[in-house]
Structure formats: structure tokens, C-alpha cells
């Protein structure tokens, strides 16, 4: 049984998880280092972008000839 292809591209894949790591490493740095509440912005960035990588996830662990 052959797996599904991603909705991602491996390349669109590693991009995704460097971003993925750089938005949740600044915001607690910028929660330290800025007294406003603008550091959850980076932290909703960086959920949106973990959302991206579980569906493509997901979406290579069906099979290839599964459809919805």
C-alpha cells in the first residue's frame, strides 16, 4: 500500500518547520523583552503554521488512492 503525497513540497515542508521554530522561539523572547501583549501575535503564527504541518501530517499518512 503506497502513501499519499502531501499537501506540502519537501522543500515547502522545511520552510514550514523553520518558521514554525522561529515564531514560537520569539515570542516568549519578545514577551520578555516588550511590556504589550504583541508577542501573541507570533504565537498565533506560529499555531497557524503547526495547523499546516499536522494537515499535511496527515495527508501523507493516507493512502494514496483514499479520497474524502
Not at 499555531?47 to 483514499?66: E, N, Q, S
Request: one cysteine or more; aromatic letters at 8%; proline letters at 4%.
Amino acid at each position: 500500500m503506497h502513501q499519499g503525497s502531501g499537501i506540502l513540497t519537501p522543500r515547502q515542508r522545511r520552510l514550514a518547520w523553520l518558521g514554525f521554530l522561529l515564531a514560537a522561539l520569539q515570542a516568549p523572547v519578545s514577551a520578555w523583552l516588550v511590556s504589550d501583549d504583541s508577542w501573541l501575535f507570533s504565537l498565533c503564527v506560529a499555531l497557524m503554521v503547526a495547523t499546516v504541518i499536522v494537515a499535511d501530517d496527515a495527508a501523507r499518512r493516507r493512502p494514496a488512492g483514499a479520497s474524502d
